[in-house]
């Protein structure tokens, strides 16, 4: 079946350090991939997407490029900020259903 | 407007309470969700309404009911739940893959949540 992998962390920075966390997929065929962002008590809100091989993602400073070979969707910022302590949530879909979520990673920055 | 609306945002009931959440969006999405969040876990997907219809349960138990009456509202009533259906259950809508395509332009668009506690 399908599947999401990502680091879990948590992941603690300091405040304009530079962040990657890293996310692979399984899955058969060429799913949309997602990056979703949640902050503490709230929702899950879009970060950013890319729905075919080498489109980047972009959004608030962050970037992530769909890689078909590596089956890679991985998040990165140049200069994180403490207001982007939240979880991070990788996922798949295919024809914008049945969303596959990675368990999700926690990031702290310290300022 | 592009917000998707969940209330309330707190609720406590007993096992043998009945209560309802209710989810709102009108941003004409035709697919409407709700996802089940425990702590530190990521959303797990109970149902899925298609053009208002059901169309993924996930094995949830039946004292969970959900309901869609319309193409902007989804309701999900609540019955002698346990402590363990406590958690953080958020509603989310797409615009459903007939209009969406497949060039994946669909995405889930969560309301804020509604924090379940079962005593």
């Known amino acids: 079946g399908n599947s999401v992998t990502q680091m879990e962390g948590p992941v603690t920075l300091s405040e304009e350090a530079f962040l990657t966390i890293n996310c692979t997929y399984t899955?058969?065929?060429?799913?949309?991939l997602f990056w979703y962002v949640q902050y503490p008590g709230e929702g899950l809100q879009l970060l950013l997407k890319?729905?075919?091989?080498?489109d980047k993602g972009s959004n608030k400073g962050f970037e992530a490029t769909y890689r078909k070979e590596t089956t890679s969707f991985h998040l990165e910022k140049g200069s994180v900020q403490v207001s982007d302590s939240a979880v991070y949530f990788c996922a798949l879909s295919f024809y914008g259903q049945n969303f596959v979520f990675g368990p999700g990673t926690r990031l702290s920055v310290l300022p | 407007d592009t917000e998707v609306t969940q209330t309330p945002k707190h609720l406590v009931m007993g096992m043998t309470n009945k209560k309802s959440l209710k989810c709102e969006q009108h941003m004409g999405h035709r697919a409407m969700y709700w996802y089940k969040q425990k702590a530190k876990k990521p959303p797990e997907l109970m149902f899925v309404?298609?053009?208002?219809?059901?169309?993924i349960n996930e094995s949830v138990p039946s004292r969970f009911s959900p309901e869609c009456p319309n193409s902007s509202l989804l309701n999900l009533h609540l019955h002698a739940l346990q402590p363990e259906d406590s958690a953080l259950y958020l509603c989310?809508?797409?615009?459903?893959?007939?209009?969406?395509?497949?060039?994946?332009?669909?995405?889930?668009?969560f309301g804020a949540g509604s924090r379940l506690t079962v005593l």
């Open positions: 890319a729905t075919k091989a080498d």
């Open positions: 989310a809508s797409s615009q459903g893959m007939l209009a969406g395509g497949p060039s994946g332009a669909n995405v889930l668009t």
């Open positions: 899955a058969t065929g060429y799913p949309s």
């Open positions: 309404y298609s053009y208002e219809k059901l169309s």
